[in-house]
């Protein structure tokens, strides 16, 4: 694990995203009051993601612990086929919270694919990617706007 | 969570891929004997992924606390662009183990993400989806060979 | 830990509840579209108390790790100034399953405090207590309809 | 999870309590040397509240993780009926500790339950409340002494 | 992880034992009630070690989480320099408890070493081994009475 | 948990040691390639260490949730019968490291002997101690060089 006890804490912020892309039943189920038979889909994604970003640390080997001040998910229908998920995550830490965005986004997105399965497993989890953080030693960055991937998303 | 009471077990086995879109500073960074300034990426990520999906019941909201039989998840340079993850598990039990499959190959592609991130952001994990799963009320199911994420790859 | 070892599995469950005193000013603010600034109140509470039941071994010293076959969990509005939370969990195990129906209804009902505290902290969670239980060696047990504070519970 | 990033670190407290009502054949063989075939019954609770405190964050699905200066959990007979326990949790950090002060007295009262309830499932665990918080924002803040639940209580 | 889909389950069985090595200070620190400033040493160890066991699957990348049967472990004063844990662990399974039973001699050890290192940090964890186990495909095994290390302990 | 509220944050290491005494039967399965059927053993076992050392605070009692800053772990064949790990972590904080270092060597020694028991049950986790801390108000302090156990060890 990367020393970082001789970096200063500073405000750090990062936001990932998260494509998942549905077959027509599952977005039939979906939609239909987006709740499955396990209850409302995109809020428990959510939550799901919030929770699992606090745990972080513990899922990836070598991330740091440290306290986060925020945590906002969101998940939401991007057209018929597709849910789209950011989280951003910020923190007065030594170290960013890049693995915490990407973790909220990555699992929120794995339980809309529980609660959607018994509908269709060909869901597809897509495009997990960071899109900016800001702060830190390496100071800030911004995804490019257009990837191959995500050219395709509308 | 739905009641799975009067489900017999049986022996249920899921196997699911992820991709991750590495830019050519971190694959040098990767190639360069395979390990980042954090150790050996692909089989800390394999090791990862195995410690993660015995954990996926704490992370899916809804997901059934199951007792494994095993977990295999294997990281490989695809190409110089691609690292392909892929996992089966194996259970006899009363639930499938779909989630636990993927989030195996989700967790090992977050960890490469985090062995990576210093050599460059831009990474992007694609295209996480479930390729086949056996044994349960639902029977055998596999995933249509070509989809348009997978295409694009090879 | 008592050894649980010459038990039978058998179908077990269990049922317990919860009572949450809510003052005016927090079902202002809960009624309020039942979501405070956390976001839904009384679903993110029922999520909690099923990913909690799930880890009660984990936090109840003596508590045998077991899997479950179901974990529900209801939060509602019993009237202006209370919520009533109740949980059933199911097994078929060689031990019952009244930790975790109890678990389940206090993590929510600690979940609802913390979502509703801003707005007040004088929150009561009142009369945590098991409702029934079925299967298992000492047979199946049910609460007596009425306590001395369950009756002033309408 | 509510942004806390621009709240000064200061020191916090907060104290919770809560009561486990028990029954005769509980009180007789808890104060049988206050030991159960569990093991000491209050003992094992205390330490089960302060393990639990240190999880809060996990358990209450918006909590934020804190580094925490203390935990006390004290858990004692109050008269024949009924088992009185209270928590005091410490920190300096940009958000309160109630939470985790509630948390330990409910997983204690919890592990009370577990540890008494083969010789009667008819305890009820009550009033569970914050007493009291200092520091923070919103300032200090003390229960009003009596309630319809305590005031029953001596 | 090892595939154990084809095992049978069958009743299994491990015992292994630690010993903590004391200095005076430490001595005299924990026989002075055998509570330290932090609270009664040996039961908090026992404790530690049995919740411990029950995370083995956690702790060690590739053993399988089974359910368990019990869990026993002793920590006691065996002389004047030494703690004496020896740990139990039952299951009917269809892989061994030979990790837990070592899991949780040594995290009672460790806590020990905890509660006590105010009073002296020299303290040291001595032969942690498997005295016995039983049951599974390899059958019975029993550690030889004498090794280089415990024949100097009594 | 004694409380450290008062205490001031400064730079406080730790390194602590363990040994893993392999039979000839473990050493022969170790060494070739250092791999056994489970995969690479001292890589894996380094990594447990780490992530053990991240949850330090779950697993033992009355330890402080605390953000690290590093941890290294290097466990290395020392001769033909002795695995050498060591483990130093490093923090920031208002508590010691020790237990984190001693934790890690620990769960890497146990991790050692699960990858090896199919090649020998024999095994034996020997002198586990403090080498070494720095900071905090007891200050600095540094184990003798030559104890009973290690006097043995060259």
Same mark, same amino acid.
């Given at each position: 694990?990367?020393?970082?006890?001789?970096?200063?804490?500073?405000?750090?912020?990062?936001?990932?995203?998260?494509?998942?892309?549905?077959?027509?039943?599952?977005?039939?189920?979906?939609? #239909? =009051? #987006?709740?499955?038979?396990?209850?409302?889909?995109?809020?428990?994604?959510?939550? #799901?993601?919030?929770?699992?970003?606090?745990?972080? $640390?513990?899922?990836?080997?070598?991330?740091?612990?440290?306290?986060?001040?925020? *945590?906002?998910?969101?998940?939401?229908? $991007?057209?018929?086929?597709?849910?789209?998920?950011?989280?951003?995550?910020?923190?007065?830490?030594?170290?960013?919270?890049?693995?915490?965005?990407?973790?909220?986004?990555?699992?929120?997105?794995?339980?809309?694919?529980?609660?959607?399965?018994? #509908?269709?497993?060909?869901? *597809?989890?897509?495009?997990?990617?960071?899109?900016?953080?800001? =702060?830190?030693?390496? =100071?800030?960055?911004?995804?490019?706007?257009?990837?191959?991937?995500?050219?395709?998303?509308?």
């Amino acid at each position: 694990m990367v020393d970082v006890g001789r970096k200063r804490p500073t405000l750090r912020t990062a936001t990932a995203e998260a494509w998942v892309r549905l077959s027509p039943q599952v977005t039939a189920a979906l939609t #239909a =009051g #987006a709740r499955s038979a396990k209850g409302p889909v995109l809020e428990t994604a959510e939550l #799901a993601g919030i929770m699992a970003a606090k745990r972080t $640390f513990e899922l990836i080997p070598l991330c740091h612990p440290i306290p986060l001040d925020s *945590i906002d998910v969101t998940a939401r229908m $991007f057209d018929d086929e597709r849910v789209h998920i950011t989280a951003t995550v910020r923190c007065r830490a030594v170290t960013g919270v890049e693995m915490e965005a990407l973790t909220a986004v990555t699992v929120a997105a794995l339980t809309i694919y529980d609660m959607g399965k018994s #509908a269709g497993k060909d869901m *597809i989890i897509e495009s997990i990617r960071l899109l900016e953080k800001t =702060g830190g030693k390496s =100071g800030d960055w911004r995804a490019e706007r257009q990837t191959s991937t995500t050219r395709a998303s509308p």
